[in-house]
């Protein structure tokens, strides 16, 4: 299982890059990444590694509102797949840390 959550993960990092290169965003990417990161959320995530995987997915997700689209007339649409990279990876890191949350929440509250 955690093999999968594993795999999971690669194919975030590559569907998240080549929809970025691509400027590909469709229902359908947002779809499989909102799924990727739930397998991801329930398979990877240990209890001791909750609290980094928190951090770190506020980090990604305040990351992904920053604008560098603004860049693209400088460095012809850079900014503009940055951008579209960053929010794929928002897309996967934010169901992810949705359930990795609520399972802290439980463990918190059902402990005695």
Do not use: C, H, R
């Amino acid at each position: 299982m955690e093999k999968v959550g594993e795999l999971a993960f690669l194919a975030v990092v590559v569907i998240a890059v080549l929809a970025g290169l691509l400027q590909a965003s469709t229902a359908w990417v947002t779809v499989l990444l909102v799924l990727l990161g739930l397998v991801v959320g329930f398979l990877n995530v240990s209890e001791k590694e909750t609290a980094p995987f928190l951090i770190a997915s506020i980090a990604l997700v305040v990351a992904a509102t920053a604008t560098f689209s603004s860049i693209d007339n400088v460095i012809g649409g850079l900014g503009t797949i940055i951008d579209t990279i960053l929010n794929n990876v928002a897309t996967f890191v934010a169901p992810a840390a949705v359930l990795v949350a609520l399972k802290a929440v439980y463990a918190l509250a059902s402990k005695k």
